[in-house]
């Protein structure tokens, strides 16, 4: 078997065989459109051949300038300083600072605006915590989120961005930004590929003053945050800082002060 693959000194110890496989690479820890790479039957291990043409032994990279990174395998349990995903194998790496290697292609900008519409910034929270996202996908998540400090929104790194010419599967969504909403800006968010739109873009035209939030806990209204006095949150105990709360219903003046509480929320006498 050995005589038929290929050493790839780089990437495994082992000798290699020419596969396609469309499956997450050990690699980047990503799929890919295309299905050519290689595969290590003694280690299950499976790379991109994309990640192996592209792969160097070391690299000067902006998100750490001085000093350069050298490509080391087998390291698990480790995670990416960039986006606080969990390293499937491989890594640029200095000293305690490791990227991935999608990341050292594509790394995530620290802030998403748009030059065109005035939407709020999303910020890339590093620190590794966890959230429920607030795009279409509404997942858990544990990693670096991305945050609209100004709503209190959370979200998957991918779920709000993704760098131009990246191919993906068919079956993965794209993002695409929406224009203006009459009354609140909004962030970028999912379309999938038959145009639909989600039932919510990215939790933000759910936010028209006067509109009704369902949730697991309960229905909420929407209601603009505006008094000089700024009300307590119901579940977290804190001053709600955000323009937009929710208040809870059958009460005067009890509100919740972002999804997060929102979902976290039991009803206490």
């Given at each position: 078997m050995d005589s038929e693959g290929v050493l790839l000194r780089l990437i495994h110890e082992h000798s290699m065989i020419p596969c396609n496989d469309l499956r997450i690479g050990d690699c980047?820890?990503?799929?890919?459109?295309?299905?050519?790479?290689?595969?290590?039957?003694?280690?299950?291990?499976?790379?991109?051949?994309?990640?192996?043409?592209?792969?160097?032994?070391?690299?000067?990279?902006?998100?750490?300038?001085?000093?350069?990174?050298?490509?080391?395998?087998?390291?698990?349990?480790r995670y990416c300083n960039l986006c606080g995903r969990d390293i499937k194998d491989l890594c640029y790496h200095f000293g305690n600072f490791d990227v991935d290697l999608y990341c050292a292609k594509y790394p995530p900008p620290e802030v998403i605006e748009s030059s065109e519409t005035p939407c709020h910034k999303l910020t890339l929270i590093k620190e590794k915590i966890e959230f429920y996202c607030d795009a279409r996908c509404g997942k858990p998540g544990f990693g670096f989120p991305y945050k609209c400090l100004e709503c209190g929104l959370t979200f998957h790194i991918d779920c709000v961005w993704d760098p131009s010419g990246v191919k993906h599967l068919p079956e993965v969504i794209h993002p695409v930004e929406v224009k203006n909403h009459s009354c609140h800006s909004l962030h970028p968010l999912k379309l999938d590929l038959t145009g639909q739109l989600p039932d919510y873009s990215d939790g933000k035209c759910r936010l028209m003053p006067g509109?009704?939030?369902?949730?697991?806990?309960?229905?909420?209204?929407?209601?603009?945050?505006?008094?000089?006095?700024?009300?307590?949150?119901?579940?977290?105990?804190?001053?709600?800082?955000?323009?937009?709360?929710?208040?809870?219903?059958?009460?005067?003046?009890?509100?919740?002060?972002?999804?997060?509480?929102?979902?976290?929320?039991?009803?206490?006498?």
């Open positions: 980047c820890g990503r799929f890919e459109a295309t299905s050519d790479g290689y595969y290590c039957k003694t280690c299950d291990f499976f790379v991109h051949k994309k990640c192996v043409d592209e792969a160097s032994e070391s690299i000067e990279h902006p998100s750490h300038p001085a000093h350069t990174l050298q490509l080391l395998s087998k390291q698990k349990y509109s009704v939030v369902k949730a697991a806990t309960g229905s909420y209204e929407v209601v603009l945050n505006k008094n000089v006095s700024r009300p307590f949150c119901r579940q977290c105990k804190s001053h709600c800082m955000y323009p937009i709360i929710y208040k809870i219903p059958e009460t005067s003046d009890s509100y919740l002060c972002s999804d997060i509480c929102i979902k976290r929320f039991t009803k206490r006498d």
